[in-house]
């Protein structure tokens, strides 16, 4: 499902049609970043994916029992010239390894991209109270922003207060966030209420106290950056909470990706599709997956990832079923991953040209 409108969207419609001219053999330089807290900031472990010159081996990062990595050079040197930003946004208990083929594919693409573990709803960090302090997220964006435009090994690199920023699950709330719009807890409340099996009604996720304490980081807290020029979510959540009148009054170009209906938990059409009929018509861009999972924007499973997956923890497994796949008729998780790629590439190419 595809819902298009305005001369700029047909733009963004052709170009992504044609998709993008890809480099033959692309170098990918990496790099892993520790930015120290601040008095507004915490502190923040960064992945940076760029464009790098050729030298040194290549080596797979992010590779796992579980997951495949992605070749890059670790501390290569980056190509001369100036880039333009990308910041990736993961989801709930998720990390940086999450979306690094998004990663590579942009980096391939001329674009610098960075990914911080959102503190508190990372894997390996999801004590609370920092897995429900959601109004902290954006900030962990705007803080890797002002870094790599502030720090003098990157400022040379990137384009000068310009980015664009991808999330996926709750990154994609992250994203929304970011773009202005504003999230009210009680709204939230009663979307769970009526359609309690959704993954973002778990306990504590988007919610408030009955005294309303949880409420006034939502409403004192500034989200918005306006230095992000382009936003894209991949199969977002929590969408029920934002108010329809901030999503309508955004002015920022968005590519809303969902996954195919049929998904209790992650329900396309009270996510990702309730978000692009609220956002203005001839700005939005959005492409429904029809055999995509919310999980098929994860990394690409190992062969044997989902009985490993299943030992561990049953229902596990399902992290690497995509609606199509090796179990199933329709396409893989990495046919699904090009598609997806193509589609954000050609968006911010048209979204946010070189000057």
Same mark, same amino acid.
């Not at 692309?26 to 970043?33: A, E, V, Y």
């Given at each position: 499902?595809?819902?298009?409108?305005?001369?700029?969207?047909?733009?963004?419609? @052709?170009?992504?049609?044609?998709?993008?001219?890809?480099?033959?053999?692309p170098?990918?330089?990496?790099q892993?970043l520790?930015?120290?807290? =601040?008095?507004?900031?915490?502190?923040?472990?960064?992945?940076?994916?760029?464009?790098?010159?050729?030298?040194?081996?290549?080596?797979?990062?992010? !590779?796992?029992?579980?997951? $495949?990595?992605?070749?890059?050079?670790?501390?290569?040197?980056?190509?001369?010239?100036?880039?333009?930003?990308?910041?990736?946004?993961?989801?709930?208990?998720? /990390?940086?390894?999450n979306?690094?083929?998004?990663?590579a594919?942009?980096?391939?693409?001329?674009y610098? @991209?960075?990914?911080?573990?959102?503190?508190g709803?990372?894997?390996?960090?999801?004590a609370?109270?920092?897995?429900?302090?959601?109004?902290?997220?954006p900030? !962990? *964006?705007?803080?890797?922003?002002?870094?790599? /435009?502030? !720090?003098?090994?990157?400022?040379?690199?990137?384009?000068?207060g310009?980015?664009?920023?991808?999330?996926?699950?709750?990154?994609?709330?992250?994203?929304?966030?970011?773009a202005?719009?504003?999230?009210?807890?009680?709204r939230?409340?009663?979307?769970?209420?009526a359609?309690?099996?959704?993954?973002?009604?778990?306990?504590?996720?988007?919610?408030s106290?009955?005294?309303?304490?949880?409420?006034?980081?939502?409403? =004192?807290?500034?989200?918005?950056?306006?230095? *992000?020029?382009?936003?894209?979510?991949?199969?977002?959540?929590?969408?029920?909470?934002?108010?329809?009148?901030?999503?309508?009054?955004?002015?920022?170009?968005?590519?809303?990706?969902?996954?195919g209906p049929? !998904?209790?938990?992650?329900? @396309?059409?009270?996510?990702?599709?309730?978000?692009?009929?609220?956002l203005p018509?001839?700005?939005?861009?959005?492409?429904?997956?029809?055999?995509?999972?919310?999980?098929?924007?994860l990394?690409?499973?190992?062969?044997?990832?989902?009985?490993?997956?299943?030992?561990?923890q049953?229902?596990?497994?399902?992290?690497?079923?995509?609606?199509?796949?090796?179990?199933?008729?329709?396409? /893989?998780?990495?046919?699904?991953?090009?598609?997806?790629?193509?589609?954000?590439?050609?968006?911010? /190419? $048209?979204?946010?040209?070189?000057?």
């Amino acid at each position: 499902m595809t819902r298009l409108s305005h001369p700029m969207l047909f733009a963004l419609a @052709v170009a992504v049609l044609a998709g993008p001219v890809r480099a033959e053999s692309p170098s990918i330089g990496f790099q892993k970043l520790s930015l120290p807290a =601040t008095e507004q900031h915490r502190a923040l472990e960064v992945a940076v994916w760029y464009p790098a010159e050729a030298a040194g081996e290549t080596t797979l990062v992010g !590779d796992y029992r579980v997951f $495949s990595g992605a070749a890059v050079r670790i501390d290569a040197p980056p190509q001369p010239g100036r880039h333009r930003l990308v910041v990736l946004s993961h989801g709930y208990g998720g /990390n940086w390894t999450n979306q690094q083929w998004l990663a590579a594919d942009l980096a391939a693409e001329g674009y610098l @991209v960075a990914a911080p573990n959102h503190p508190g709803s990372t894997s390996r960090d999801m004590a609370p109270p920092g897995g429900t302090m959601l109004w902290k997220r954006p900030g !962990d *964006i705007s803080r890797v922003i002002d870094w790599l /435009n502030g !720090d003098s090994r990157w400022s040379a690199l990137v384009v000068p207060g310009r980015a664009a920023v991808v999330g996926h699950s709750l990154g994609g709330w992250t994203a929304v966030a970011l773009a202005g719009a504003r999230f009210d807890p009680s709204r939230h409340e009663a979307a769970c209420a009526a359609h309690p099996l959704m993954a973002a009604c778990r306990p504590g996720i988007g919610g408030s106290d009955e005294d309303g304490t949880a409420r006034r980081p939502w409403v =004192t807290t500034p989200m918005a950056d306006e230095r *992000i020029e382009a936003f894209v979510t991949l199969d977002l959540g929590l969408a029920q909470g934002f108010d329809p009148a901030s999503l309508s009054g955004i002015d920022k170009p968005f590519l809303v990706i969902g996954a195919g209906p049929g !998904d209790r938990k992650m329900p @396309v059409e009270l996510e990702s599709r309730y978000l692009a009929g609220l956002l203005p018509g001839d700005r939005t861009l959005y492409v429904e997956i029809a055999d995509a999972s919310h999980f098929s924007f994860l990394s690409i499973c190992k062969a044997g990832a989902i009985p490993l997956l299943e030992a561990a923890q049953p229902g596990d497994g399902m992290i690497c079923r995509d609606r199509g796949g090796h179990d199933q008729d329709g396409r /893989n998780r990495e046919v699904i991953h090009r598609q997806v790629s193509d589609l954000v590439v050609s968006f911010l /190419n $048209s979204a946010m040209p070189l000057r």
